[in-house]
């Protein structure tokens, strides 16, 4: 079954590079999972949940939930997985064949 979906939406930053270009940057993204993450967790709201970054800096608040006896997943994309976050995991998800599947 599943649950509720929940769509947080970030700021974007236009940058200005050293050449002169612009790109946009996605700011405050990582502090509102962390938060939704956490307060999830302690309120009970889930079981398990799955992280969809490659980003090991997450490995710690995966630790604490899972401590609150949370399972937690990990999807990745191969060229931007951290081996180490996939560690910490109760489970992975590689997107990458799934995304092969759906367009092949």
């Known amino acids: 079954m599943l649950g509720n979906l929940n769509v947080v939406l970030c700021a974007l930053r236009k940058v200005k590079t050293k050449d002169g270009c612009f790109e946009f ?3 405050g993204d990582d502090a509102m999972l962390i938060h939704d ?5 302690y309120e009970n709201l ?3 949940t799955i992280i969809v ?16 006896g949370k ?19 109760n489970f992975s998800v590689p997107l990458d064949k799934m995304v092969n599947k759906i367009i092949n």
Do not use: M
């Not at 993450?37 to 967790?41: E, K, N, S």
């Not at 399972?71 to 996939?86: D, E, P, T």
């Open 37 to 41: 993450f956490l307060v999830g967790a």
């Open 25 to 27: 940057v996605v700011k």
């Open 53 to 68: 970054s490659g980003d090991e800096d997450f490995a710690p608040i995966i630790k604490t939930a899972q401590k609150l």
């Open 71 to 89: 399972k937690v997943g990990n999807a990745y994309f191969k060229c931007s997985s951290s081996q180490a976050l996939r560690q910490v995991c």
């Open 46 to 48: 889930y079981d398990t």
